[in-house]
């Protein structure tokens, strides 16, 4: 008895003493404050600001800036942090494009970037480094979830995204697993408004189903032009056209569109309800994808904090890769090239009372990776 | 591919090509009587959608929104007109670029401070939902047959304004010639002040049209004033008539073009790369368009007097 009460005190001490001398830890946020993609960065800085708060983790300091969803603005800021604030992590990021212009250079300049978002197959594959971390996704995998899902019900798959690398990767990774024939495959231009020609199109194809990627304004344009255009075909698409920021302005259009997404709102564990609730609480909003997602990334990086000083690089990479934290996504790990392995859920859009909500229904993929792992030479 | 989907198609460009109208009517307006370049344009559009929306969310009524878009648009530029553009018409362009240009992020920003990051909900009126029948080519969307109506309605009443009333008679006046109209007696800051403030409420009116159809979001003009000035070129700066062929035009090009294009590609290329490389053209094709034009016509279809 005498020994383990010493003992405890030992620890005990031991775990104060690590706390009173830790040294303060500077993490550079980079995501999109400003313009039209604003939504998903405010989501990303609430939930990772409102998790370092809840972690009770003092020394944790943020710097905070906005990219304005513009790459060379991001990779002045990311040089800004690196050179003048000297901070130790960085994160936040949320488009492929801006990840790719800024990830590079930092993780070769020793710093340790943390993705909230963007998976780009370039940094999952030949590109990968042990100084990168994807707490969200590989960019594909959303959409293979899709395809391996209209196996089930679909033939015959009309499918569009938008003319850029992610847009091709997303049609990729659907392509992947679905094993159906395809109505048509459509590029349309990035940022475009007006879906009509395309709506036309596949009206005209014959299509039992619509399988479209379309991020941001372009997927609230296309769900509402189409339930107004009397084509009655079935729509999928991955979670982020019917992620919680985007729900309330598609409206009554998106009521049963089966999407996506490594996370609901309804997934059941403790992590889960904790942080729908807190955020609630806090914000006064239902969290979208992107705050679960940074929500994570934030926690991971505070049980990291917990195990390694983040000065000694190699141990602090090592509790990193451990992913010892209370996913809001229930079971996570990271597989050999630092990207997820996680289960991937179908959801379905329903109404809850006057709000517009995600509700899981099926999971398409159990313990899923990327394809990309293997041309990772790490 | 049928007939009725050709059809189909023809009508989409012809209501991108209304809907465009309504943005570069103003843009030319102000360009053809005050010589000032209005980056801003964009913002008034944007001005529109999110009033429009704003009300309709307060009141329930899209109507009383499309009615607030007008107002709230043409005060936003009558103010700016008064407060700052009116000191760029002295200026060359290149300072009245600058200046718009920042008015586009200061309105910009402004609205993401009132109206928060996330899109904004604007639904089509319950009288104009859904599709209606139409011979030849199916089921086609109601609210898009409105916009034309609405369109041609606007383009009538602007020829109506400039060919028949005492207003109309002093904007072409200062057309021709704005020092002459000036010595004449007519109150040109005050007509300065009606043109700028007519050719808000027209991007104001299509910014609440169109904001039904898409995403109310901050930045929803930029992407449209870009097409309108593209219009106002082919056109011919300072023409009403002009605009009106030109976005039309430019309107059933762009569709046409991301429509057939792919299409056509199909018969030589596989399907993924027809696909990609026939979007990447469609997307080049109106600035190919206006290429050519200018080739041959330097001050556009319909140039206006210098």
Redesign the interface.
Known sequence: MKKILASSIFGLSMALSSVVMAEPVKIGVITT????G??L??DVRDAFVLAVKQSGNEDIELVIEDDAQKPELAVQLAEKMIQSDKVDLMTGIIWSNLAMAVVPSAVAQEVIYLSPNAGPSQLAGDKCSPNYFNVAYQNDNFHEAMGEYANQDYKKTFILAP?YPAG?DS?TGFKRYYKGE?AG?????V?Q??Y???I??I??SGADSVFFFLP???G??FM??YA????NIPVLGPGFSFSQ??L????DAALGVKNSSSWSKDLDNEANKKFVEAFQAEYNRLPSLYAAQSWDTANLIVSALSKASVKDKDAFREALKAADFASVRGSFKFNNNNHPIQDIYVREVVKEGDVLTNKIIATAFEQHGDAYASECKM | MSIALLIEQLLNGLQLGVMLFLMAAGLTLIFGVMGLINLAHGSLFMIGAFACAAVAAATGSFWLGLAASLVAAAAAGALIEVVIVRRLYARDHLDQVLATFALILILSEGTRWLFGSFPLYLDIPSLLQGAVPLPGVGQYQLYRLVIIAVGMIVAAGLYLLIARTRLGMRIRAGESDREMIAALGVDISTLYTVVFALGAALAGLAGALVGALQSVQVGMGEPVLILAFVVIVIGGIGSIKGALFGAILVGIVDTMGRFLLPKLLALVLPATQSGAIGGAIASMLIYILMALILAFRPRGLFAAQA
């Not at chain 1, 495959?185 to 231009?189: A, D, I």
Request: proline share 2%; aromatic share 2%; glycine share 20%.
């Open positions: 404050l400003s313009g039209g604003a939504g960065g405010v003319n091709k049609l395809l495959e459509l590029y349309t231009q940022g408004t007006d009509a020609a395309e036309a199109q009206r005209d941001g304004g372009m609230i344009s509402k032009q107004q255009s009397g084509v920021d985007v309330p302005a598609v409206g």
